[in-house]
């Protein structure tokens, strides 16, 4: 059983996400916090496994928070949850302790998965952000769009399926600009979903970062 310490700085939000998660299976919502204060009072006598971490917690800064949750508890496991989308927030959550990051907008299905991942020893990377994110990696330098190819373990022709899909194309649009056809490009739109674990996609994000590849 995975136990969840929630927390979110919305009081109805915080109830809904308790509720829903409190109906998903393997999971126990072993206490809730609504500000940064009061997680870090509770994560010795809740012992979770993971924090679902609001990083619009008020009281102290959330990465300062973060970094004060692994000294903590270095076991724990943190999935970031947020509004925001910028990718140079996303990757200092990342290197400052969290070991996914989930939108707020993500369906409860994907935060459970979610839950689920960083708790088996994954990182976990929402499927909007993934994409997104590769998508600007991709539309950089060549070498971003090289160290990207490579961490994934896609083709050349995967990569640019990739990128126009990250642009929000779909399949007849994509076989229309790569002169192929439309059952084509689903067969490379398979092979993308098996290649791209989340785990790949967040180590390619904080690759990409400490090597300078992401745009400023």
Same mark, same amino acid.
């Given at each position: 059983?995975?136990?969840?310490?929630?927390?979110?700085?919305?009081?109805?939000?915080?109830? &809904?996400? #308790?509720?829903? !998660?409190?109906?998903?299976? /393997? $999971?126990?919502?072993? =206490?809730?916090?609504?500000? @940064?204060?009061?997680?870090?009072?509770?994560?010795?006598?809740?012992?979770?496994?993971?924090?679902?971490?609001?990083?619009?917690?008020?009281?102290?800064?959330?990465?300062?928070?973060?970094?004060?949750?692994?000294?903590?508890?270095?076991?724990?496991?943190?999935?970031?949850?947020?509004?925001?989308?910028?990718?140079?927030?996303?990757?200092r959550a990342?290197?400052?302790?969290?070991?996914?990051?989930?939108?707020?907008?993500?369906?409860?299905?994907?935060?459970?998965?979610?839950?689920?991942?960083?708790? &088996?020893? #994954?990182?976990? !990377?929402?499927?909007?952000? /993934? $994409?997104?994110?590769? =998508?600007?990696?991709?539309? @950089?330098?060549?070498?971003?769009?090289?160290?990207?190819?490579?961490?994934?373990?896609?083709?050349?022709?995967?990569?640019?399926?990739?990128?126009?899909?990250?642009?929000?194309?779909?399949?007849?649009?994509?076989?229309?600009?790569?002169?192929?056809?439309?059952r084509t490009?689903?067969?490379?739109?398979?092979?993308?979903?098996?290649?791209?674990?989340?785990?790949?996609?967040?180590?390619?994000?904080?690759?990409?970062?400490?090597?300078?590849?992401?745009?400023?």
């Amino acid at each position: 059983m995975i136990r969840v310490l929630l927390t979110a700085s919305d009081t109805p939000m915080r109830e &809904a996400l #308790r509720h829903g !998660l409190e109906a998903a299976p /393997g $999971l126990e919502v072993v =206490g809730e916090a609504g500000t @940064g204060d009061e997680l870090l009072a509770q994560l010795a006598s809740a012992t979770p496994t993971v924090v679902l971490f609001d990083l619009a917690l008020p009281g102290p800064d959330a990465f300062a928070v973060l970094s004060a949750l692994r000294e903590q508890d270095p076991q724990l496991r943190i999935l970031a949850h947020s509004d925001l989308t910028n990718e140079h927030y996303v990757a200092r959550a990342l290197d400052l302790g969290a070991h996914g990051y989930l939108l707020k907008n993500a369906r409860l299905s994907e935060l459970v998965h979610g839950l689920h991942t960083v708790a &088996a020893g #994954r990182p976990f !990377l929402c499927s909007t952000m /993934g $994409l997104a994110l590769l =998508g600007r990696l991709y539309a @950089g330098s060549p070498v971003a769009s090289d160290v990207a190819r490579a961490a994934l373990g896609l083709s050349k022709r995967e990569m640019e399926v990739l990128g126009l899909v990250a642009e929000g194309l779909t399949n007849a649009e994509i076989a229309l600009k790569l002169f192929t056809s439309k059952r084509t490009v689903e067969t490379h739109r398979q092979n993308i979903m098996d290649k791209t674990q989340t785990r790949n996609t967040a180590a390619l994000i904080k690759l990409a970062v400490r090597q300078g590849l992401l745009p400023e």
